[in-house]
């Protein structure tokens, strides 16, 4: 059966890349980007963080002994 | 366990070969031709080998001979031949990144960590092989062959470093540069019993580096032992004013840190994340590992890892973003070219939403300054197991081959790795037993930013507790 979120990221990719699904793994792993859409919705509202925005590299430096 | 310079030279630790140099018991030629003579007899059934640079190699341990014998020596290095995961970047010599689309690729000028290891005395042998430009975790390899797993050939070597895990497993070399975006150091030395660290992110150049991911690529070695490790590691790190991303914090001395001396170090096991369905004998190993750390007066505490649904859900995309977009012109153009499991995992990155990049990259710094706060507040490093589960076949993991049925056993193989990347943190795998199957376990160990010589210390202790790291596979004579 077609799975909905691979059909619209094949959409996707092909209007913002111009790059054509390669092959049947491609649809697969993509369909999987489901699971990192969960996580996304999960994580919503749940990091406050009060020095945002932050460089990675300064926290590098803040974090180091 | 301390070697004399013997028949089996190969069998010497690179320190150990090293300091044999020095003391005019072995030359550099000697070992270089043995190096090669191994990489030419014995690696076809591990194809850890892309390409051997025997003639100039040979010339260049000549030379280091010379200046040896004159009373010269470059530096820590001197006369011992290493090879490289064949993405860094030599002046005229062809560099293939493990793929087709960049098979006759000569680069102009060649990379910080191989020009920094030849002037402290390496000598380049060979280029080795790996995955795709670097981005599988398991060795498959559709344009030269998969690498093969020293300590059982129908086995995964570890990607994406495959053939440095498995010509230093196999006693071809006495290290070998690797790259680490999400477990591709760790990962093969977890896998064929060697030892490999991921330094922190910014810690060593990236000049001359295929690049897979702007943000979480790292250069660092695998070698026998932690010490080892160190050695190579000296050479390599510190600023480079050709990668202006590398950080500008001292290089401490990493081999003068490794006394042996734990007694009162904090050792955090984690009670999240890591451990997650984990196999039982996984599991053991690495308690077995604390319980020696335990015995050398290290504090071994329980410790719970926060945001790791975040640092996990975030870490996912990253590398797979960037990788679309340092692909998306061959993604056009060539799509064929590229492995099926390669394109399929490029073709992914392309989806993800920018937003949501955004998002995993804005909170990188304050996810590692909590984690950092709270965790480092409690112990001074945490171990882990490099993968949760044995080590898998190169058959049960190929998706070229199986498809999509095989794709949920490759992602499984980095989930423990590919955090670290994204926290940035030092990161060091070490062998510390064998699974059912006979496959090497590796033990991963953890510190704060820019503590590279507290992972190595600890990792050492071990090593002169236990001899994992000292075992050799079946495969080798």
Known sequence: MPDPL???????????????????????????????????????????????????????????? | MQRTATAKPLHLSLVEAAEAIRKGELTSVALTEASIAAFKTKDAPVNSLISLDAEAALEAAEGLDRLRNAGRLLGPLHGVPLAHKDMYYRAGKTCTAGSKIRANFVPTYTSTAVARLEAAGAVTVASLNMAEFAQNPTGHNAHFGDCHNPWGLDYCPGGSSSGSGAAVAARFTYGALGSDTGGSIRLPAAMCGVSGIKPTQTRVSRYGAMPLSFSADNVGPLARTARDCARLLGAIAGHDPSDPTSAREPVPDYEKALDGKIKG???????????????????????????????????????????????????????????????????????????????????????????????????????????????????????????????????????????????????????????????GLPSISVPCGFDRNGLPIGLMIQGRPFAEARVLKVADAYQRLTDWHDRTPPTVA
């Open chain 2, 265 to 423: 170090l904090r050792v955090g096991v984690p009670t999240t994340y890591f451990f997650d369905d984990a196999d039982s004998e996984i599991v053991a190993a690495i308690h077995n590992a604390a319980a020696v750390l335990r015995e050398a007066g290290a504090e071994v505490v329980d410790v719970a890892l926060p945001h790791m649904a975040a640092v996990s859900t975030y870490g996912s995309i990253v590398s797979r973003s960037e990788a679309g977009a340092i692909h998306g012109q061959w993604m056009r153009e060539r799509a064929g070219d590229y492995a099926v499991h390669l394109s399929a995992r490029i073709y992914g990155g392309l989806a993800i939403p920018a937003a949501y990049y955004v998002e995993a990259l804005s909170r990188r710094g304050p996810i590692l300054k909590a984690f950092a706060a709270e965790v480092f507040s409690k112990v001074d490093v945490f171990i882990a197991p490099g993968l949760r589960k044995a080590v898998p076949t190169l058959r049960e993991t190929d998706i070229d081959r199986s498809g999509p049925s095989a794709i949920d056993a490759f992602n499984a193989v980095s989930s423990n790795t590919r955090p670290i990347n994204y926290l």
């Open chain 1, 6 to 65: 691979a059909d619209q990221i094949e959409k996707q990719v092909l209007t913002w890349s111009a790059v054509a699904l390669p092959n049947e793994a491609a649809g697969a792993m993509a369909a999987q980007l489901a699971s990192v859409i969960e996580g996304f919705e999960a994580l919503r509202g749940t990091l406050v963080f009060e020095d945002e925005p932050s460089s990675f590299e300064a926290a590098l430096q803040a974090t180091k002994e």
